[in-house]
């Protein structure tokens, strides 16, 4: 395809549930991110990381969350003993280079969390 | 306070009207993106901007460095306009990790 996809679309989840929501991003693009879009508190920075390295975890709650980068191209969010707050749109970004300046970031149309 | 902070919050306009969306932030920056959302759709990127002012068809975005405040414009607003609109910023010493704003959520009527 010629632009970032996800999947599921939509997820439902049992409170203290592991998930794990999968991103294929545009292939050649080295750096991959994970952003968390709330109803009312805006998006955050999850992770990312740039070619097999997770570079930076600064995103909350650390602990829980993890990515993987099985693959050059695809990233797996994942997401331990899940809390409802963990409700929410997780949004993958993926970008050519991996100089994190001035470039564009392309998104995925995102997964839909609820846990319930 | 936000890094990010986007006024109005919501918005709602009639066809043809002129909107203006203003997103202020409190940070060095290297470069900030508007994007666009349509319910249930995926983000979009308008516009990445670092400097000075770009146009695309109806939309127009112009950023002040000095200011640290960019707006976007539409002109002759339409209802498949209706969206949220996201500013978001990359910090200079990051790695191309965006902080977004809270949105803007549009409405324009016919």
């Known amino acids: 395809g010629a632009g970032v996809s996800q999947s599921p679309r939509y997820k439902v989840a049992k409170r203290g549930r592991d998930v794990a929501l999968r991103c294929d991003s545009i292939?050649?693009?080295?750096?991959l991110y994970w952003y968390r879009q709330t109803l009312g508190q805006g998006s955050e920075v999850l992770t990312y990381?740039?070619?097999?390295?997770?570079?930076?975890k600064s995103g909350r709650p650390s602990g829980r969350f993890s990515a993987e980068r099985p693959e050059r191209s695809v990233s797996t969010l994942k997401i331990q003993r899940t809390e409802q707050g963990d409700s929410a749109v997780y949004l993958c970004?993926?970008?050519?280079?991996?100089?994190?300046?001035?470039?564009?970031?392309?998104f995925g149309p995102g997964t839909r969390l609820l846990v319930l | 306070k936000n890094e990010v902070e986007q006024s109005p919050q919501n918005l709602t306009a009639q066809e043809g009207e002129f909107i203006t969306i203003n997103c202020s932030y409190s940070v060095g920056i290297s470069a900030l993106h508007w994007l666009q959302q349509h319910p249930g759709g995926g983000i979009v990127s308008l516009f990445m901007l670092s400097s000075g002012k770009k146009k695309h068809g109806r939309l127009i975005a112009t950023i002040n460095i000095q200011e640290k405040h960019s707006s976007l414009h539409i002109t002759a607003s339409h209802p498949r306009d209706s969206a949220v609109y996201i500013c978001?910023?990359?910090?200079?010493?990051?790695?191309?990790?965006?902080?977004f704003g809270q949105g803007t959520i549009l409405t324009v009527h016919p």
């Open positions: 978001a910023v990359r910090s200079g010493t990051s790695y191309g990790k965006l902080t």
């Open positions: 970004a993926s970008s050519i280079g991996d100089r994190g300046r001035g470039e564009t970031q392309y």
């Open positions: 990381s740039q070619s097999d390295a997770q570079r930076d």
């Open positions: 292939s050649g693009h080295v750096t």
